[in-house]
Every structure is written in C-alpha cells, then in structure tokens.
C-alpha cells in the first residue's frame, strides 16, 4: 500500500522554516519519531534552530535535551 503525504499548497513545510538542511547522523542510537506541532511551536523552534545553524531534527534534540536537563535540575534537592 502507498500513502502520500504530500503538503498541502497552502501550508509550508516543516523544514523549510529551517535555514540549516543537514541531515542527522545515521546511528543505531537514535529513533525516528513522528509529532505533531502548532505552526508557533515551529516557528519557535525554528528560530531556536536558526540562531544555533542547526537543522530541524538537530534543534528537536537540543531543545529536549535543555527542556528535560532543567527539569532534572529542578527536582533535585
């Protein structure tokens, strides 16, 4: 079976809010995931991702790692 995915015309595509287009490296530690975000979620990343040089899966990762590293810190006494 084959599904398109294709982006609608009037919608743009995730990546393209990146200026950076370097693909991640392929490792057997990593996992491909799928998730949905709201267009300012993107566009918020995007600009973390801009100011950085990193590509879209670069900046998820880096923001995951700050986002859950404060939260780790946060919890310890």
Known sequence: MYYSFAVPED????SA???A???ARKSSTTHLISVRLTDDL???LADVGNDEGLAM???IRLVL???LGA???KKQP
């Open 11 to 14: 919608r743009t595509a995730p």
């Open 17 to 19: 809010y990146f200026s």
């Open 21 to 23: 287009g370097t693909r």
């Open 42 to 44: 993107l566009r918020r």
């Open 57 to 59: 899966s670069d900046t």
């Open 65 to 67: 790692e700050r986002g």
């Open 71 to 73: 939260s780790k810190r």
